[in-house]
């Protein structure tokens, strides 16, 4: 038998090496569905938002986004019991707890995938923000900036909690899966956003703070809720004057997979499972939709952001800032902010509601401004 030459031995040596490293790529391709299950694509789906005339061009937006990479984040929602000592107390007991028979449901059973959005693109201090704007954010004078209103220390009433989507609802029971066609809608105020905005409502009047609390219901037809929404809210401000804050409360949808399953967001605080939030400022340099005051509701918001994160760490996904106006236009202590997904259960949102309040209590009072 002839031996074989230098060249020959690299080339049998290089053959059996790449067979190897193929089947070890099978392998771990099986592996790795395994654990997907159902052909899980990392896309989220934000629920549509209709746009006021004459505010925006288009009725209707519908955003795709890419989720970050799942690497970087916990298996686990974290738990936040070992907060700062400044953290206000949460003594939250949820009331009259709802109960859902799924004997009334016969579509398919799709998955719930309890997932914590965390950093993602512009990333400062202890929180993230998704900025889809041409606009450089200086940080540091937005956090240090006054809010550009002031809340006074009387029993007027200075805080608007309102829903363009009232009827905006979530999961009841957590089991790990929902049904095709389970309705995430509600006129039930027990049930839809008015639940979750009366936790707020609660938190802020516990802090001192006077509110006011408007459960109409605008979305019966999507399109024009927001036209809707914005005479409710004219309407409150002709009774309460003293208004200052007017905060839009929604939850998003966010579905994989053709949407053959969905993600709720969740963080843990005190050994109790939340709804994490998604805080939304628009953007508005020419004064195109009205928002000449964009700054300060910027500065509101990324206070917002910030101080949620120092009280309960891992509560907000990163904040949106973008080219849009809503009901933004209004005033400049105006925001959309997007509480947990509809896969969520409304227990987990209420939670939400309640630390949600103790956050805004915080920066209304002046707490949100940081010293840099």
Known sequence: MKKMDKDGIINLFASVLGGILCIVGIVCTIVRVRQVD?????????????????????????????????????????DNAKTQNS??????????TITDDESNY????????????????????????????DYDIDYEYFLSNDLGFHIEKNNEVQVLIFHTHTTESYLINDNGYYFTDYSFRSEDPNR???????????????????????????????????????????????QYPNIKVILDIHRDAVGYDDERGKYKTAFTYNGKKAAQIMIMSGYDPDNEYGLGHWKEN?????????????????MTRPLYFGDFAYNMFINNGSLLIEVGTESNTLSEAKYTGSLLGNVLSEVLRGKGKVTV
């Open 38 to 78: 159902t052909g899980l694509s990392f896309e989220l789906m934000a629920s549509s938002l209709s746009m006021p005339q004459g505010a925006v061009s288009a009725e209707t937006v519908v955003e795709n986004k890419k989720i970050v990479s799942t690497d970087n984040l916990p298996t686990n929602p974290t």
């Open 87 to 96: 953290t206000p107390p949460s003594d939250y007991q949820e009331e009259n």
């Open 106 to 133: 016969s579509g398919e059973k799709y998955p719930v995938i309890e997932q914590h959005f965390g950093k993602e693109e512009n990333d400062y201090d202890n929180f993230s923000v998704k900025n889809t704007t």
């Open 192 to 238: 839809n956003m008015v639940a979750v905005g009366e936790e707020i409502i609660k938190s802020l009047k516990k802090n001192g703070i006077s509110a006011v609390h408007a459960t109409e219901i605008h979305d019966r037809t999507y399109t024009g809720s927001y036209d809707r929404s914005e005479q409710t809210i004219y309407k409150y401000l002709e």
């Open 298 to 314: 910027l500065t509101f918001a990324l206070q917002l952001q910030h101080k949620a994160e120092e009280l309960y760490p891992g």
